[in-house]
C-alpha cells in the first residue's frame, strides 16, 4: 500500500479503480494545519490528467502495470494491427481510442511500448524518435526565404510535417513524436 508520501513523480497507483500516474507532486504544510500533498495525476486509461490532493490518511493499492514490446502490421478504418514481435502469429487489434495521437506516427514494423492492466492493454507509448523516409517533397526555390525556410514534406506513413529546404524526396529524417517536428537528417538520398 502507498502513503502520502510515497506519492513521488512517476508513481503508479489505482485510484477510483483505475490505474494513475503521478506526474507533479507538492508537499505543503500550512500553520495550524494537517499537511497534504497536492498532486497532478494522469488516468493511464483516459489520458484525462486531474489535480488531486491527498491527507495523511490516505492509502493507495499499487497499480502493477506491465511493460511489453509489440510490433506494428498495418491498419484498417480504425483498426490498428499490432503482433507479438518474436512470435507473427499472435495478431492482435487496438481501436483508435487507444492509439490516440499516437496513430499518425506508426508506420511498418515499428516496435512500441504497450501498457497493460490486468491483462488488457491501455496505454501504448511510442518512442521518441523515429526515422522515416520522405515520399514527397517540394524542390526548393532558390531565394525562397520568406516563409521561414520550410516547407512541407510527406513521409512513408502519409505523415506530412514541416521541414528545412535542404530536405528532399529519399532522405530518411528523424522526427520527434512527442512534438511531431523534424529533428535531424539521417541520411542523403542518392
Do not use: C
Request: net charge negative; proline share 4%.
Amino acid at each position: 500500500m502507498l502513503s502520502m508520501s510515497d506519492m513521488k513523480k512517476g508513481v503508479l497507483f489505482i485510484l477510483d479503480g483505475q490505474p494513475h500516474e503521478v506526474l507533479e507532486y507538492n508537499f505543503l504544510r500550512m500553520q495550524q494545519r494537517k499537511p497534504v500533498a497536492q498532486t497532478k495525476v494522469k488516468n493511464l486509461i483516459t489520458g484525462k490528467i486531474s489535480s488531486q490532493t491527498f491527507h495523511q490518511s490516505d492509502v493507495f493499492k499499487e497499480a502493477e502495470i506491465v511493460k511489453e514490446d509489440i510490433m506494428f502490421v498495418y491498419s484498417h478504418r480504425d483498426e490498428y494491427w499490432f503482433r507479438d514481435p518474436k512470435d507473427p502469429g499472435k495478431r492482435f487489434k487496438l481501436d483508435a481510442e487507444i492509439m490516440d495521437d499516437a496513430a499518425k506516427f506508426l508506420k511498418n514494423n515499428l516496435i512500441v511500448l504497450a501498457y497493460k492492466f490486468n491483462d488488457e492493454i491501455i496505454n501504448v507509448k511510442l518512442p521518441i524518435k523515429i526515422d522515416y523516409k520522405v515520399t514527397e517533397a517540394a524542390p526548393a526555390v532558390r531565394g525562397d526565404t520568406a516563409t521561414g525556410a520550410s516547407k512541407t514534406i510527406k513521409l512513408e506513413n502519409g505523415l506530412e510535417i514541416n521541414t528545412p529546404l535542404f530536405i528532399e524526396q529519399g532522405d530518411i529524417i528523424n522526427v520527434n513524436t512527442e512534438t511531431g517536428e523534424y529533428t535531424e537528417r539521417l541520411e542523403k538520398a542518392k
